[in-house]
């Protein structure tokens, strides 16, 4: 049974910085990579950063590039996004999950968690 819970969003000024978590249960935490997503109303979800199972890989898409930082801790099973110098572009439901393409897996499906609301206000 995977779980994921994140937590740490809310309101935060544009320019200013959030930290959030994610707890994963339910599956060999260490062995797999892990990702941070974010969704807005009618839109898909979009990855905003990934991190290997080796803690120094990571990638993250243009749109956050130099402003969001993942990492994790394989002793707790956490997951972090820090977010730092947020804009509006950035006000989502953020979701901590595998890669895109585990979680295709029948281990993973159905498996997101209900998310943390980032909103940015100027």
């Known amino acids: 049974q995977v779980q994921l819970v994140e937590s740490g969003g809310g309101l935060v000024q544009s320019g200013g910085s959030l930290r959030l978590s994610c707890i994963a249960s339910g599956f060999t935490f260490r062995r797999y990579g892990m990702s941070w997503y974010r969704q807005t109303p009618g839109k898909e979800r979009d990855m905003v950063a990934t991190?290997?199972?080796?803690?120094?890989?990571?990638a993250y898409p243009d749109s956050v590039k130099g402003r969001f930082t993942i990492s994790r801790d394989n002793t707790k099973n956490l997951v972090y996004l820090q977010m730092d110098r947020v804009n509006d572009e950035d006000t989502a439901v953020y979701y901590c999950?595998?890669?895109?393409?585990?979680?295709?897996?029948?281990?993973?499906?159905?498996?997101w968690g209900r998310g943390t609301q980032v909103t940015v206000s100027s």
């Open positions: 991190i290997g199972t080796n803690h120094e890989a990571t």
């Open positions: 999950n595998v890669p895109r393409p585990i979680i295709n897996t029948e281990q993973f499906d159905n498996s």
